[in-house]
């Protein structure tokens, strides 16, 4: 069955460190990758996203994430965080065919000053 | 830019009463979704909508849930006879269908907060 893991529950940095959010997924199948941030009290907002092609992804905010066949990961990074960068960050596949989205239990990024 | 969006923000209703959640998903979009999110705990998928009908749907969407696109515009999750379990943050998602008729990139409403006494 289709399954996101997302290995760190809480990451707190200081601002302007690099940071990197861990993902991995299990599919059998081809495999469709997201990262959805939520900041407080706030939806969900698409911050990127692997479709095919390049498995370097860029997206907003100055967050990249790349694509891992072989390790099954999605780990996403961005080089310096600021303060405004504290929230929650979802991976989440659809695969298998189907366009529900499967979600990871979501990591908490703390940026502090 | 266009956008979901949803009403009620916050709904608080009594045990056994029934509620409907409204979204209006952006306008060109095809694929409607409801997911769910319990405090703390992970976004769930409820159901995917596709051409007036049910395209997928979870375990979690027993028969006390119901979706409608009454018209053009909006969309709707109706809970018959709410429970406590029930209470959770709601969210509407609608997404362009592809070439393929796989829907990718979903766009999400802000949710609504349902809480169940």
């Known amino acids: 069955a289709q399954s996101v893991t997302q290995l760190d529950s809480q990451v707190p940095v200081f601002e302007e460190a690099p940071v990197e959010l861990r993902c991995n997924y299990s599919s059998s199948v081809s495999v469709y990758l997201f990262w959805y941030v939520q900041y407080p009290n706030q939806g969900l907002q698409l911050l990127l996203k692997?479709?095919?092609?390049?498995?370097l992804v860029k997206g907003i905010n100055g967050f990249e994430a790349e694509f891992n066949k072989s390790q099954t990961s999605f780990h996403l990074r961005k080089p310096s965080v600021h303060i405004s960068d504290t929230a929650e960050y979802f991976c989440?596949?659809?695969?298998?065919?189907?366009?529900?989205?499967?979600f990871g239990a979501g990591t908490r990024l703390a940026v502090h000053p | 830019e266009p956008e979901v969006t949803q009403t009620p923000s916050h709904q608080v209703t009594q045990m056994g009463q029934e509620v409907i959640l409204r979204c209006v998903p952006i306008?060109?979009?095809?694929?409607f979704y409801w997911y769910r999110q319990i405090l703390g705990q992970k976004v769930e998928f409820l159901v995917s909508?596709?051409?007036?009908?049910?395209?997928?749907k979870s375990e979690i969407f027993d028969d006390q849930f119901s979706v409608e696109r009454p018209d053009g515009s909006n969309f709707t999750l109706k809970i018959r006879s709410t429970k406590l379990e029930d209470s959770a943050m709601y969210f509407c998602?609608?997404?362009?269908?592809?070439?393929?008729?796989?829907?990718?990139?979903?766009?999400f409403g802000p949710g609504t907060r349902l809480t169940v006494t």
């Open positions: 306008s060109n979009h095809l694929y």
């Open positions: 909508f596709y051409n007036n009908e049910i395209s997928e």
């Open positions: 989440a596949s659809i695969s298998g065919g189907y366009n529900k989205l499967i």
């Open positions: 998602a609608s997404s362009e269908a592809s070439t393929s008729g796989l829907a990718y990139e979903q766009y």
């Open positions: 692997y479709l095919s092609g390049s498995t």
